[in-house]
Each structure stands twice: as structure tokens, then as C-alpha cells.
């Protein structure tokens, strides 16, 4: 089993569309939680940390689930600068940031 | 400002040969790491530095050294390069190796041995 299990995609939304991506993870002794966003031959960048009572920021919003070691990210109002594949990612008790595949989002006009 | 950032961008070279990457960071970090991400998009810790000592070492090939001359830089050297350590290698820092805290990455330097 992966550690870090994600539907790869693509989805393909029109602008204005609410999208969202799952996430499952097998450590459950991981401690923090994070979405990070990759666009196209580009470094990983950080999108959101993921807290337990579940957090929003903008147009995103992610939640965790610990007892199902599941975590989720919503997109509201989708813009074509959303497009880009997005990780989610789960940090060990020991520090180590463990990648999923990512959920690669096309937005159309 | 480049936070994080790697030399060379890109990387052809032959099987066999010997190359380095270079990577610095001028975010004032105590933490420092290199990933390999392959052809299937996963991203895979491989090394990390805190304070330029060794806290995490993957099961990498023993071709692989990494060496932290000072906390700002985290170097990566690969010996006797083969096909399959073809990938995008990034290097990334954080503020210390705490849970919870950020990791920024480089550009990545592309890597392609033939």
C-alpha cells in the first residue's frame, strides 16, 4: 500500500466550478499535515497546512479526518491559474515529509 | 530574491561520469534537504542537514554524498552516474527540522544521464 494515496486525474473543471481532492495516508503516527501545489516543471510550493478542526483560506478549504487517516482540499470558484497538480502531504513523527502522486487540476475557460 | 537556489538548472551528461549539484539558501535556515523526484511525479526524500550535520538518510545509493560545507549550502555529488538517476532533483530548506514547519524549495535541477 502507498503511503500517500491520491486520485492522479486529471480533472477537468470550467472556471467558477468548486473541485474537490482527496487523500488518504497509511503513517498513523504522522503529525502535521500540508497541500502543496506544483505547477508544471516547477518546484513544490506550499499551499496550506491542514489543522485538525479543519481550516480555510480563501477560495480553499482543507479538512482532516484522523481516525480515517484522510484529508481533503476544496477549490471554490475555480480560476484558470488554479491549474497545477496538487500533493498532499503528510508529516512523520520523525520529521520526514512524505509526497503523495498529486492531483493534477485543469481548469477550462 | 532567490530563496533557494541550485546550479546547474540542467544536467546532461554520460553513464559514468561523476557530477555535482550545488544548492544555497539565504533565508537564514538551520535545516536543509534534497529530494528526487522520478518520471512517475513521486518526490522522494533522499538526505537532510540540520545545522550541516546528517539527520535523514534514505535508502539511496552509496553513490549519492551529500555534504554541507556550512548551514547556507547543502551539495549533492553523484559517482559512476547510471540511466535510472534520471529525475528532477530539489533541494529545499526550513526553518529547523521541527514538525509543523515549512519546507521552500529550489527550481530543481534536471538531470538526465544517457
Known amino acids: 500500500r502507498k503511503e500517500v494515496e491520491q486520485d492522479p486525474g486529471p480533472f477537468n473543471v470550467p472556471e467558477g466550478a468548486t473541485v474537490a481532492f482527496n487523500c488518504t495516508y497509511s503513517?498513523?503516527?504522522?503529525?502535521?499535515f500540508f497541500w502543496y501545489r506544483q505547477d508544471c516543471r516547477k518546484e513544490p510550493k506550499l499551499l496550506m497546512s491542514?489543522?485538525?478542526s479543519g481550516n480555510e483560506d480563501g477560495r480553499f478549504t482543507a479538512q482532516l479526518n484522523r481516525a480515517s487517516q484522510y484529508i481533503s482540499l476544496l477549490i471554490r470558484d475555480s480560476k484558470l491559474s488554479d491549474s497545477a497538480t496538487y500533493l498532499c502531504?503528510?508529516?512523520?513523527?520523525?520529521?520526514?515529509?512524505?509526497f503523495g502522486q498529486g492531483t493534477t487540476l485543469q481548469v477550462k475557460p | 530574491d532567490t530563496a533557494v537556489s541550485q546550479t546547474p538548472k540542467y544536467l546532461v551528461t554520460q553513464m559514468g561520469n561523476d557530477k555535482s549539484i550545488k544548492c544555497e539558501q539565504n533565508l537564514g535556515h538551520d535545516t536543509m534537504y534534497w529530494y528526487k523526484q522520478d518520471s512517475k511525479k513521486f518526490l522522494k526524500i533522499m538526505f537532510s542537514y540540520n545545522n550541516k550535520e546528517l539527520i535523514i538518510n534514505e535508502t539511496v545509493p552509496n553513490r549519492f554524498s551529500p555534504k554541507s560545507p556550512d548551514k547556507a549550502h547543502l551539495n549533492l555529488h553523484i559517482n559512476s552516474l547510471e540511466l535510472g538517476d534520471s529525475a528532477v532533483y530539489f533541494c529545499?530548506?526550513?526553518?529547523?527540522?521541527?514538525?509543523?514547519?515549512?519546507?521552500?524549495f529550489g527550481p530543481g535541477t534536471r538531470l538526465l544521464v544517457l
Open positions: 491542514v489543522y485538525s
Open positions: 503513517n498513523s503516527a504522522s503529525q502535521s
Open positions: 502531504v503528510p508529516q512523520s513523527n520523525t520529521g520526514k515529509l512524505i
Open positions: 529545499a530548506s526550513s526553518q529547523n527540522q521541527g514538525l509543523g514547519e515549512t519546507q521552500y
